[in-house]
């Protein structure tokens, strides 16, 4: 069973950057469509990026497309995002999420079977 554990969350700065880092245990996670999605308070869930399995393509919403990057460590078995410039509107839950049937990534949430517990990200000055 795939576990997805999320690190690298906190309190930034406004203008700050993060990077925040999916693991995956029992299983390769390049074998994987990977995403993250965000929640923050009284809001729906909405995609950030994903990854393709296998270093394939990868994705942006626009509320970080331009100071996002998401890659994979296969060394490490994680995928990180890095996110800079950070924006108050950027607080949020963040999660990476598993699609274990679909080698192309997408940003829609009901692909996805395998979930991270979530991490805190703030922005606040």
């Known amino acids: 069973q795939l576990q997805l554990v999320e690190s690298g969350g906190g309190l930034v700065q406004p203008g700050g950057s993060l990077r925040l880092s999916c693991a995956g245990s029992?299983?390769?996670?390049?074998?994987?469509?990977i995403a993250w999605f965000r929640q923050a308070p009284g809001k729906e869930r909405e995609a950030v990026s994903c990854i393709s399995s296998h270093r394939g393509r990868t994705l942006y919403t626009e509320a970080v497309k331009g100071r996002s990057t998401i890659s994979r460590d296969n060394a490490e078995n994680t995928v990180d995002l890095q996110i800079n410039n950070l924006k108050p509107e950027d607080t949020a839950v963040y999660y990476c999420?598993?699609?274990?049937?679909?080698?192309?990534?997408?940003?829609?949430?009901?692909?996805?079977?395998?979930w991270g517990q979530g991490i805190q990200v703030t922005v606040s000055s």
């Open positions: 029992r299983v390769t996670l390049d074998d994987y469509a």
């Open positions: 999420a598993a699609d274990p049937w679909n080698s192309w990534c997408t940003t829609t949430a009901a692909h996805y079977n395998y």
